[in-house]
């Protein structure tokens, strides 16, 4: 569906995105993570067709961005950051509006709205203006709008971002649907449940480079423990500990300490006998996140 080979995006002087290569297969849902200012966002509107690149090749549904952006867009489906919707329009009315921008029949354009109402769960919302819809409401209906044109590929960036959790997981559950459909997605988040229950490959980024690439497993596997032991300690009482030698790797924060180690419990063991006292103690699975922090580091980027 997409390949790139050192691709490359520069804003004047400032490279955000540097010499990326990636593939992406059809029928597969890729997720692009990174700290902000990492280039994913870049990298998605190069894919869509809205922003030029400076360098590099680039190739989406096997044509050209730059000479072939309104067939690709055609065959596209995006959904941004923020809620572009029509306030003013029923929710049925975004839809059918939105249809006729890509020269679909008014019929079809009513069959289809009709459809995508019940898969976003707003049939009985169709002809409510859209302003007083809750957020949740209006991201199912920003992701139904994506769908008018039947896409193939389909650019979802933050798509669950401000939302409550019983709205994030019914969104999941419609980007599962559409992926047993053969939809394309590629989905850019900044939460790592979200990637690790939806993504089938992750393009970790940073400083506008891929850093890592590969399964939510592969990345676990490769960069992290099969478990973390969590001590917790009273703030500015996390140094001088006697722990060397007991895992994997340690990480020291103001208030707790990471030991990463293949079986948590037996380095809980030996933290006891060593005489250490912490206030609290967990052992818990390695996750995403402790990849992601390891590979683009703890500190703010703004």
């Not at 596209?76 to 839809?95: A, F, H, I, K, Y």
């Not at 957020?135 to 994506?146: E, P």
């Not at 988040?189 to 850093?211: F, P």
Request: glycine share 10%; net charge negative.
């Amino acid at each position: 569906m997409i390949e790139a080979q050192e691709l490359t995006k520069r804003y004047g002087g400032k490279i955000a995105v540097h010499t990326l290569s990636f593939t992406i297969a059809p029928g597969t849902v890729t997720g692009f993570l990174g700290p902000n200012g990492a280039g994913k966002s870049s990298t998605m509107r190069m894919i869509g067709c809205v922003s030029p690149r400076t360098g590099g090749e680039l190739r989406v549904l096997g044509l050209d961005p730059e000479r072939d952006g309104p067939a690709i867009r055609a065959r596209l489906g995006v959904v941004p950051q923020q809620d572009n919707l029509d306030s003013e329009l029923t929710v049925r009315q975004n839809l059918h509006v939105y249809g006729r921008y890509f020269g679909l029949s008014k019929s079809h354009v009513r069959a289809r709205a009709a459809e995508l109402l019940d898969f976003a769960q707003l049939t009985e919302r169709a002809d409510d203006e859209v302003e007083p819809l809750s957020g949740g409401m209006k991201r199912r209906l920003t992701i139904a709008r994506s769908l008018i044109n039947d896409p193939e590929l389909l650019l979802l960036d933050e798509p669950t971002t401000g939302l409550d959790p019983q709205a994030r997981h019914l969104l999941w559950d419609r980007l599962f649907r559409l992926k047993q459909r053969g939809v394309t997605l590629i989905i850019t988040t900044h939460y790592m449940d979200e990637a690790e229950q939806l993504c089938d490959r992750l393009v970790v980024m940073d400083g506008g480079r891929i850093v890592a690439e590969g399964s939510p497993a592969e990345l676990i596997g490769r960069y992290s423990t099969r478990e973390v032991l969590e001590l917790r300690f009273p703030p500015g009482d996390t140094a001088e500990h006697p722990l060397d030698g007991l895992a994997d790797r340690i990480e020291v924060l103001p208030d707790r300490i990471l030991l990463y180690a293949a079986d948590g419990e037996a380095v809980l063991a030996a933290t006891h006998e060593r005489g250490v006292r912490p206030v609290s103690s967990l052992v818990r699975r390695s996750s995403l996140e402790d990849v992601f922090l390891r590979l683009t580091g703890r500190t703010l980027v703004d």
